[in-house]
T-cell receptor
Framework: AQTVTQSQPEMSVQEAETVTLSCTYD???????LFWYKQPPSRQMILVIRQEAYKQQNATENRFSVNFQKAAKSFSLKISDSQLGDAAMYFC????????????FGTGTSLTVIP | NAGVTQTPKFRILKIGQSMTLQCTQDMNHNYMYWYRQDPGMGLKLIYYSVGAGITDKGEVPNGYNVSRSTTEDFPLRLELAAPSQTSVYFC???????????FGPGTRLTVL
């Protein structure tokens, strides 16, 4: 099974500053999808950004961008101009493009935004 | 659209009791999923369905059952509740296998 590792259990950032959350994964597959999900205190899982492994260009969604390094199996999330509403748990997830319906999630990073 | 709705939001069960967690989506999605999230962990897939009448096991199916009689509904059944099933349960849906999954708000279940 694939594994997804988030090595930062907790992170904090000053409001309006930039923060980067790390994620690494282990796979022997060449085609797959990577995701960052946000889980605020309401518990609902919200998709932040999605990256297809065959695309070399890094995905961007407004203040959120990723640094996808396929050879290094690294998928970090950068949040620019951090806002109080960005405070949440962030989960990195992996999904194969070829086989099955399994999502593999990391253990999450708790982000605190300091006013 | 309401998206994905789950009921109940909270539930406390005694060991050995049974219950059904309800999940409904109004987006005409083919795929539906049940996950559990234990404290400090990511989500793990319990069961999924690729369409009405078709279900399959995920990573942690033991102790659970599902059915999919309609496109909209995907209930999760716990037959003999055990303390190890204390968790937060999320339902999700997607149009296709590789499409974005939309999650419900979750059900917090405690088994005492």
């Amino acid at each position: 099974a694939q594994t997804v590792t988030q090595s930062q259990p907790e992170m904090s950032v000053q409001e309006a500053e930039t923060v980067t959350l790390s994620c690494t994964y282990d796979t022997s597959e060449s085609d797959y999808y990577l995701f960052w999900y946000k889980q605020p205190p309401s518990r609902q899982m919200i998709l932040v950004i999605r990256q297809e492994a065959y695309k070399q260009q890094n995905a961007t969604e407004n203040r959120f961008s990723v640094n996808f390094q396929k050879a290094a199996k690294s998928f970090s999330l950068k949040i620019s101009d951090s806002q109080l509403g960005d405070a949440a748990m962030y989960f990195c997830a992996y999904r194969s493009a070829d086989t099955g319906n399994q999502f593999y999630f990391g253990t999450g990073t708790s982000l605190t935004v300091i006013p | 659209n309401a998206g994905v709705t789950q009921t109940p939001k909270f539930r406390i069960l005694k060991i050995g009791q049974s219950m059904t967690l309800q999940c409904t989506q109004d987006m005409n999605h083919n795929y539906m999923y049940w996950y559990r999230q234990d404290p400090g962990m990511g989500l793990k897939l319990i069961y999924y369905s690729v369409g009405a009448g078709i279900t399959d096991k995920g990573e942690v199916p033991n102790g659970y059952n599902v059915s999919r009689s309609t496109t909209e509904d995907f209930p999760l059944r716990l037959e003999l509740a055990a303390p190890s099933q204390t968790s937060v349960y999320f339902c999700a849906s997607s149009y296709g296998r590789l499409d974005t999954q939309y999650f419900g708000p979750g059900t917090r279940l405690t088994v005492l």
